[in-house]
C-alpha cells in the first residue's frame, strides 16, 4: 500500500469518527495575545516617551509607582528558537532593540519582560501563558532573572498588563511615541524632567 493511500484512509477515518475538526474550536475560543514590556527607573512618562521617539522606537509609555514603563503588543510568531524552546516564549527582535537602547539610559539598566497568553475573547483573564524576564545594562543584555520576582517588586499597571488583565487601550494614560515629531518629542523629553510620575512637579 502506497503512502497516498495510507493518508487517505487515515483522513477518511478522522473524517467519519469527527476527529478532523479537533482543536479547532479550543484555537477559536481563546486568542493568542503577546507584550512586551520594559520596566525603566525614569521617573516621568512624559520623559521616556520623548526619549523613545527621539531615539525611533514605537512604544506605548506610561507611568508607575516603580518607573515609567514602555510597552508595545505584537503578534506572536512560531519560533523554534533554543530561547523560545527552553523559555516557551522568544523575545522579538524590535523588543531586544528597545531594551538595549533604554538600558544605556541609566545607571540602573532597564528590564524586559515578554509574556505569551491565551485570553478569552469572551473577557475572562489569560488562561495559559509563558513569561521571560531579563535584565539589559549598558546596551546589552544580562541573564535571565525570575519573572515572579520582578513581578513581585512591580507596580500592579505593570502585572495587570503583563496577566492580560487589562490592555493598554484600557489605561488612561497613555503615552504614543509614534505620534511625536521629533521637535514635539524634545519638548515632551525636557517638560518630563522637570516633572515626577502623573506630572508632578520634582522638588
Known amino acids: 500500500m502506497s503512502e497516498e493511500n495510507v493518508d487517505d484512509i487515515f483522513a477518511q477515518m478522522m473524517r467519519a469518527e469527527g476527529l478532523d475538526k479537533l482543536g479547532e474550536e479550543d484555537i477559536a475560543a481563546d486568542e493568542r495575545r503577546a507584550l512586551a514590556v520594559i520596566m525603566t527607573p525614569i521617573a516621568s512618562a512624559q520623559a521616556l516617551a520623548g526619549l523613545c521617539a527621539m531615539a525611533g522606537l514605537d512604544l506605548k509609555v506610561i507611568d508607575s509607582s516603580t518607573g515609567a514603563v514602555a510597552a508595545a503588543e505584537f503578534t506572536p510568531e512560531e519560533d523554534w528558537s533554543v530561547e523560545a524552546l527552553t523559555s516557551g516564549v522568544a523575545v522579538p527582535a ?80 497613555v503615552h504614543d511615541s509614534s505620534k511625536l515629531s521629533r521637535l514635539k518629542a524634545a519638548r515632551l523629553f525636557m517638560r518630563g524632567l522637570r516633572r515626577g510620575p502623573k506630572g508632578e512637579a520634582s522638588e
Not at 96 to 105: F, I, M
Not at 111 to 138: C, K, W
Not at 152 to 173: I, Q
Open 94 to 173: 524590535f523588543a531586544d532593540e528597545a531594551a538595549r537602547a533604554l538600558s544605556k539610559t541609566s545607571r540602573m539598566g532597564a528590564v524586559l519582560l515578554v509574556v505569551e497568553v491565551s485570553v478569552d475573547p469572551e473577557g475572562g483573564q489569560g488562561t495559559a501563558g509563558q513569561m521571560i524576564a531579563r535584565n539589559y545594562a549598558n546596551g546589552e543584555p544580562g541573564e535571565d532573572i525570575s519573572p515572579g520576582l520582578v513581578l513581585a517588586s512591580a507596580d500592579d499597571v505593570v502585572e495587570n498588563l503583563l496577566l492580560g488583565e487589562v490592555t493598554l487601550a484600557e489605561l488612561p494614560e
